[in-house]
């Protein structure tokens, strides 16, 4: 191999492995916010690839050469960089639909505000909950936790892999797993909300002259924000908890995509 082929090889090589890094950075939760600046990403991304380049290039096949087949493998880099970032970042979609359930039952469903970190609209309880998982997963080294499963990645799933197999029996019942755990996150506050419900109803058809409706939704505030405050201690070991199984999703995708 000529210096100008060496030289071509490394260069291909390099931004194969940026594109992965990429695509996780793009998605993932903590790196992809918006509040991070777009110099900072990418320097994170050339900074990871940079790293990862001697490991990587020490077990890489031969690389293709037409342009066609070199612009198919920087897609399937990407894709596989985003997947990973996804199943990541469902971390913030569980947390987002705990919170909506809960503001539902609360009566603060018409109070969305804009999320600062990732820039669209939010349940106000699950802003304040995916801002407390943010600052966690930061506290627990999540963010090592996510770089470490993307160069695990490339022992499951080189660059230029043979095939990919199809995960989309994994994605579906992935995707039902997040509505389970949205649910049961929300169950404390949702679950007393509704049974209280169940009582002002009761009350309601009780004493017909009582208008239960002039207390019922400032009681109703209350009593979730209580619930939601009693249930706060347990919060830091649900996250660790979601976190550890989107960590098992990622290394479940892995191991099934590379068969």
């Not at 070991?237 to 892995?254: G, P, R, S, Y």
């Amino acid at each position: 191999m000529g210096l100008a082929e060496l030289l071509q090889w490394n260069i291909l090589l390099f931004f194969l492995i940026f594109s992965r890094w990429a695509g996780m950075v793009m998605l993932a939760p903590v790196f992809g916010a918006r509040g991070v600046p777009a110099p900072v990403k990418l320097g994170l991304v050339v900074g990871l690839s940079a790293v990862l380049y001697p490991l990587v290039s020490a077990s890489v096949p031969e690389l293709p050469q037409s342009i066609l087949p070199v612009v198919a493998l920087i897609i399937k880099e990407t894709v596989v960089g985003l997947a990973i970032g996804y199943i990541v970042s469902l971390i913030t979609a569980i947390m987002q639909g705990a919170g909506e359930l809960m503001d539902f039952q609360m009566g603060f469903i018409m109070g969305n505000t804009i999320d600062p970190i990732y820039g669209m609209q939010s349940p106000l309880t699950g802003n304040f909950i995916m801002v407390l998982a943010t600052m966690l997963l930061l506290a627990m080294d999540g963010h090592h936790y996510m770089i470490a499963a993307m160069v695990k990645s490339y022992q499951f799933i080189p660059i230029n892999p043979p095939a990919l197999a199809d995960g989309t029996a994994f994605y579906i019942g992935m995707t039902a797993q997040v509505f389970a755990l949205s649910i049961q996150i929300s169950m404390p506050v949702y679950g007393a909300l509704f049974l209280a419900n169940i009582g002002v109803g009761l009350l309601a058809k009780t004493v017909p002259q009582l208008n239960i409706f002039h207390v019922l939704f400032p009681v109703k505030i209350i009593f979730g924000l209580v619930i939601f405050y009693l249930a706060l201690p347990f919060f830091g070991n649900t996250v660790a908890q979601i976190f550890d199984t989107a960590m098992e999703w990622v290394f479940q995708f892995l191991r099934g995509w590379s068969q």
